[in-house]
Structure formats: C-alpha cells, structure tokens
C-alpha cells in the first residue's frame, strides 16, 4: 500500500452538477498531483499542489478547481459536471525535495456521469 | 503531437520471451523519465526510473536516447504476472508534472 488514500471510491452525478474529490497524501509528502484518466487511456495530468498553492497545471478548463490543506491533504472540485467528465480520477503525492520524481498514487475515485 | 506517445500494443507473448515497449517524447527540455505499470482496475506503481546510461532491474532494462527524444523497456523471461498496461512517463517541465503516455499493453500467456 502507498499510504495515499482517496475518497469517495465510486460516485455517480448528473451533468451540470458539483463534485469534491478528496486525497490524503502519504506522511512527509507535501506535494499532490491529480490525474484524469479515461478508460483506455493514460491518466492526464490536471494540476499540482506545493505547499498549499497550485504549482502547475494541465490542459484543464477553469472548472476544474482544487485545494490543498497544511496536512497536506487535497480537493479536486469539478463545477458543471460534463458526460466526459466520467473517468478514474487520481491522486498522487510526492516529496519535492527527494529529487526523485517518484510519484505514489491512491487507488483512485471512480467518476460517473450520467 | 502527442507529449509523450507509446506502442499501442497490444503485445500478446508466450512465457520466457523477451518484450520491447517504446516511447518517444516531444520536450527536448524534459529531464526525468520513469516506467510505471498499471494492473486492470489498479492505480500506477513505479516500476522503475530511467536514466541517462541506462538502468538495469533483474529482468527489465530502460534505456534512454535524448538525442532521438526516445525511452525504451524491456522485459526479458516474461511471466504470467508482468500481464499488465506499461506506462511511460515523462517529466516535462521538471517541476514534477508528470506526463503519462496512453500505455501499452502485455499479455503473456502460459
């Protein structure tokens, strides 16, 4: 296990409405990434969180929006939820300063938009 | 063009072959470069980083051409449980945004 936890593991919305994600990252990791990633597909990079400040993002639009907390821990929010929306969203904590690079990813929400 | 863009397999092997997975990247600034293997429903694990002179772990080898802007895996004396999508990973901008290749897929059969 990672130690990276993510909630909830499945959900199911309709278009148009709001959603929150939330990532717990593993202890000493101050860095969290999300990822969109389609069935078939790669994930897709959305944005990064160091320090509680967005530090990069991706080719997301505006409605995709998120927080990161002095534990640490992160919210993905999604406005106006779309049908393509649908997707496994992920997130992934590292520690910046390891040099590493090494990502460890939570087992991931599971997005339905109906 | 694609940021990072792989083989898109699938790859159906037999046990004990040997299996090459590439991946080429459009970034000549990129600086770090991993391998990562997702299982079906799983999220991604490290497999292993890929490093200018190549790296070795047991079975596997990554290798790296900067100068083609080209990573490479391979998988010798393949097993049942190597089964699974192979992701190649580049790091863009070398702040850790990391981008993900769509993956390729291994199956090895008995």
């Known amino acids: 296990e990672t130690g ?3 909630s909830p593991t499945h959900l199911i919305k ?16 101050n860095t969290v990434s999300w990822y969109q990633q389609a069935l078939g597909q790669g994930p897709q990079f959305i944005f990064q969180y160091y320090r509680e400040e967005e530090n990069g993002r991706g080719n997301f639009p505006p409605r995709f929006s ?49 | 063009r694609k940021e990072v863009e792989q083989d898109p397999g699938p790859f159906n092997v037999p046990e004990g072959a040997t299996v090459a997975f590439n991946c080429t990247y459009s970034n000549s600034a990129s600086q ?31 290798q790296l051409n900067r100068a083609s802007q080209y990573i490479s895996l391979l998988i010798r004396d393949s097993k049942l449980s190597d089964s699974a999508t192979y992701l190649c990973v580049v790091n863009v901008n070398n702040n850790n945004d990391m981008r993900f290749g769509a993956g390729t897929r291994l199956t090895v059969k008995p």
């Open chain 1, 66 to 114: 998120g927080l990161q907390f002095p534990n640490y821990s992160s919210e993905l929010n999604v406005n106006a939820l779309e049908l393509d929306d649908s997707a496994l969203y992920l997130c992934a904590s590292l520690r910046a300063a390891s040099g590493s690079g090494e990502q460890f990813f939570g087992p991931g929400t599971r997005l339905t938009v109906l």
């Open chain 1, 14 to 29: 309709t278009r148009g409405q709001q959603v929150t994600l939330r990532c717990s990252s593993q202890s000493g990791h």
């Open chain 1, 4 to 6: 990276v936890t993510q």
């Open chain 2, 32 to 62: 770090s470069f991993f391998w990562y293997r997702q299982d079906c429903r799983k999220e991604p694990k490290l497999l292993m980083s890929v490093y200018s002179s190549g790296n070795e772990d047991g079975r596997f080898t990554a």
